[in-house]
């Protein structure tokens, strides 16, 4: 896939990628995700990165073993008929090029290749720049998850619980 210059990639998170890709969770979470639970994700499978090759004069921060940037990752399962993203991130210096839609579109795309009927997600209720992404891509708020997120020791966060119908959706031209 080319956008823009950068010829862009997906790849399945490996065990090598781990260490990594948790400084990266770090890098961009208030609370990240631990180290376990990224090696779980690559366990079973539902880990995939969005790497470039660096482009000139770019300091990137965060590379695969192979060199590659990462501009990003997702984690996401099958249900019986359902997917469901457990993670999107995108690392903060590509934040505000698009990764986050192309990540979601793929998503999207690959979860009506297994047959999915509906795409599921949780988000902040704080976070309205992912809410606003979600809904441009036609997913409705169905319900709320009451103190879903920690916010700090003491406090918690409501989360929007958020899903797609994938019959009719396609991807945009």
Not at 22 to 48: C, F, I, M, T, Y
Not at 49 to 62: F, H, I, K, N, Q
Request: aromatic share 6%; proline share 3%; glycine share 6%.
């Amino acid at each position: 896939m080319l956008m823009g210059q950068r010829r862009v990639r997906f790849i399945a998170m490996t065990q090598a990628d781990v260490d990594v890709v948790a400084e990266l969770e770090k890098a961009s979470h208030s609370h990240p995700w631990s180290r376990g639970n990224l090696q779980d994700a690559v366990d079973h499978h539902h880990a995939q990165l969005l790497v470039s090759g660096p482009v000139e004069g770019e300091l990137a921060t965060w590379h695969t073993g192979a060199g590659e940037v990462i501009l990003g990752y997702c984690v996401a399962m099958m249900g019986v008929d359902e997917a469901h993203l457990l993670n999107i991130t995108v690392a903060p210096t590509h934040r505000r090029q698009g990764w986050a839609t192309v990540m979601m579109h793929a998503l999207a795309v690959w979860a009506q290749g297994r047959d999915a009927h509906l795409l599921w997600l949780e988000v902040r209720a704080s976070n309205t720049v992912a809410q606003a992404l979600y809904a441009s891509m036609g997913f409705e708020v169905v319900g709320v998850r009451k103190r879903y997120y920690a916010l700090n020791a003491q406090a918690r966060e409501d989360a929007q619980v958020m899903r797609l119908p994938l019959k009719a959706w396609r991807m945009p031209k």
